[in-house]
């Protein structure tokens, strides 16, 4: 799916350091599908179409509000050479000692950890890079024991629900809005080997097939507000969620969404400037 589309525009935004996790937040949040970081600027990219322009120019506003030095230029690429120019970005990502993350073109064998998702990096989707993403690995890196049913609420490229599938987990239930990711993902069900056990949604109203043993949610703030509350009813008593994709700054907030759910936090993980909640159901 994500093939179809040929053309995107990739902004560059040059911003101070302490504005550049929020602005990555919005830049997402107003319908990026990719960031990558480096070392002076992020790129955020979106499909080329009508509303293009609109957005980008929310976009601008934003930063330079958020700081009037900051810079943003745009340009236009075909899939070809933006897939090219990620392949140049992604590389092995270690997890843990046991878990590591690859993109499709390394080879297996070369790595020695217990477990080696490998990825097909695609425009709107999770790589295993970005702290939130390596956040919830290395927790669920500890949780599965073996035999779970996991909820992946916002699953992208599946990459949570395949590593939990490939450590022994019975079932994965990955919910996505997103038609881009259902092509991404069957490509990484394929590279992994997994022919069942992963059960696709793609739906704004999906259908739960509780209780689960683990929800894992990793989601930006602007979308994971509002439909958490659903979910709260959907792990069994001492079942495990984890809550992240969010910023440091926004802990005091999710505290105070998480308190009115039957869920207790009972360990925070920290990297960079981000945050992941470990929690389990009363």
Not at 205 to 234: C, H, K, Q, T, W
Request: hydrophobic content about 40%; charged content about 25%.
């Amino acid at each position: 799916m994500i093939e179809n589309t040929s053309q995107w525009v990739s902004a560059d935004i040059r911003i101070a350091d302490q504005h550049r996790e929020i602005a990555i937040d919005f830049a997402m949040a107003i319908g990026g599908l990719a960031i990558v970081e480096k070392d002076e600027v992020f790129q955020v990219s979106y499909p080329l179409d009508n509303e293009t322009q609109l957005i980008l120019d929310e976009l601008k506003s934003f930063i330079l509000d958020l700081d009037h030095s900051a810079s943003i230029s745009q340009d236009v690429v075909d899939w070809e050479n933006w897939n090219k120019n990620w392949q140049a970005y992604f590389k092995p990502t270690p997890i843990t000692d046991h878990l590591i993350i690859l993109p499709e073109w390394e080879a297996p064998e070369h790595f020695t950890h217990a477990t080696k998702t490998r990825i097909r990096p695609a425009m709107a989707f999770g790589t295993g890079t970005h702290e939130t993403t390596q956040l919830c690995l290395e927790i669920l890196d500890e949780l599965i024991q073996g035999g779970e049913r996991v909820l992946d609420v916002g699953t992208g490229s599946g990459i949570l629900g395949i590593t939990a599938l490939l450590k022994g987990a019975a079932e994965v239930d990955g919910l996505e809005n997103d038609p881009f990711t259902e092509e991404n993902i069957q490509d990484n069900l394929k590279l992994n080997g997994i022919e069942s056990g992963f059960n696709i949604q793609i739906s704004e109203n999906p259908e739960l097939n509780a209780p689960y043993d683990i929800i894992v949610a990793n989601i930006i703030r602007a979308r994971l507000f509002p439909i958490l509350p659903d979910y709260f009813n959907s792990v069994r008593k001492s079942g495990k969620v984890i809550v992240s994709g969010l910023l440091l700054v926004e802990d005091q907030e999710t505290r105070e969404l998480l308190a009115l759910s039957p869920w207790e936090v009972v360990k925070t993980f920290t990297k960079n400037e981000w945050i992941a909640y470990l929690c389990e159901a009363k």
